[in-house]
């Protein structure tokens, strides 16, 4: 019986720290997912030959895509 009280007075607490591992896991996930960065670089590139953007925009845009690149290879070697 007093396994249950126990159970039901820490549930909210249970539920919190469940819930505060999945926002962690899933902030991870973002954080670490670089198909965006390499599908925001051959939309970049794609611009760049339709002549959308010039070449300089290009290369401010591409060394900043390839700087979060980067340090998403860094968190996941770092992690592992």
């Known amino acids: 019986m007093a396994f249950i009280l126990d159970?039901?007075?820490l549930s909210p607490i249970k539920l919190t720290i469940w819930l505060a591992k999945k926002l962690?896991?899933?902030a991870y996930n973002e954080m670490?997912?670089?198909a965006k960065v390499l599908e925001e670089l051959l939309m970049l590139?794609?611009?760049?030959e339709m002549e959308e953007?010039?070449?300089d925009d290009y290369?401010?845009?591409e060394t900043l895509l390839m700087?979060?690149?980067e340090e998403i290879r860094i968190l996941k070697k770092d992690i592992s």
Request: glycine share 0%; charged share 50%.
């Open 53 to 55: 953007i010039n070449e």
């Open 59 to 61: 290369t401010k845009k």
């Open 32 to 34: 670490t997912d670089d």
């Open 67 to 69: 700087e979060r690149l």
């Open 7 to 9: 159970d039901i007075a």
């Open 24 to 26: 962690k896991e899933s």
């Open 45 to 48: 590139q794609m611009k760049l």
